[in-house]
Antibody, heavy 127, light 106 residues
Framework: QVTLRESGPALVNPTQTLTLTCTLS??????????VSWIRQPPGKALEWLAL???????YYSTSLKTRLTISKDTSKNQVVLTMTNMDPVDTATYYC???????????????????WGQGTPVTVSS | SYELTQPPSVSVSPGQTASITCSGD??????ACWYQQKPGQSPVLVIH???KRPSGIPERFSGSNSGNTATLTISGTQAMDEADYYC?????????FGGGTKLTVL
């Protein structure tokens, strides 16, 4: 059985750095075609993709947020960590980690799908 | 960045066919996925690679993708299908989600 569990602070002060951890069970990033992403959803709004790391340790970031994001993995602990700097109240959202598959399509390595999602962790940015 | 556009809402009567569209530049040249999200729950994959159903997803869910539009079709819509639906595609090494469509079954 595959589970992904997000953990991190529920409340962050503006300008602080947010650190979130995704702990994987039954899912491994040791294979190149596997990947884990972070995705967020502000209250009542749409999903927004943030970052992805694959089994090759290649990293991909949202164009609009890439200067604030860092994604990394610790294969020995089966964890993926996301840091987001300079938090603002507009960053208030539920943050999900999702496990998926990368494939080769038209000669390019692309995301195929997110098969598994965590329950999400709510983060409020407020002083 | 790449943009995917969905209608904010779609309504359908029980037993009828619901179609939800997702538009993006040359979307037909990429793979499209669809996720279903019910209130208070995490998203669930219902279609990937344009038209493939994961194990456990009912046959009434189908997908297509051509030109600039991907379409999620739900045949014989049931009350349990009422949810938000998001399309997703990969472009220039980034993933993009559509703005979501609220499907109402009434």
């Amino acid at each position: 059985q595959v589970t992904l569990r997000e953990s991190g602070p529920a409340l962050v002060n503006p300008t602080q750095t947010l650190t979130l951890t995704c702990t994987l069970s039954g899912f491994s990033l040791s294979t190149g075609g596997m990947c884990v992403s972070w995705i967020r959803q502000p209250p009542g709004k749409a999903l927004e993709w943030l970052a992805l790391i694959d089994g090759h340790d290649d990293k991909y970031y949202s164009t609009s947020l890439k200067t604030r994001l860092t994604i990394s993995k610790d294969t020995s602990k089966n964890q993926v960590v996301l840091t987001m700097t300079n938090m603002d109240p507009v960053d208030t959202a539920t943050y999900y980690c999702a496990g998926g598959i990368m494939i080769t399509f038209a000669g390019v390595f692309v995301l195929d799908r997110f098969d598994y999602w965590g329950q999400g962790t709510p983060v409020t940015v407020s002083s | 960045s790449y943009e995917l556009t969905q209608p904010p809402s779609v309504s359908v009567s029980p037993g009828q066919t619901a179609s939800i569209t997702c538009s993006g530049d040359k979307l037909g040249d990429k793979y499209a996925c669809w996720y279903q999200q019910k209130p208070g729950q995490s998203p669930v994959l219902v279609i990937h690679q344009d038209n493939k159903r994961p194990s456990g997803i009912p046959e009434r869910f189908s997908g297509s993708n051509s030109g600039n539009t991907a379409t999620l079709t739900i045949s014989g819509t049931q009350a349990m299908d009422e949810a938000d639906y998001y399309c997703q595609a990969w472009d220039s090494s980034t993933a993009e989600f559509g703005g979501g469509t609220k499907l109402t079954v009434l």
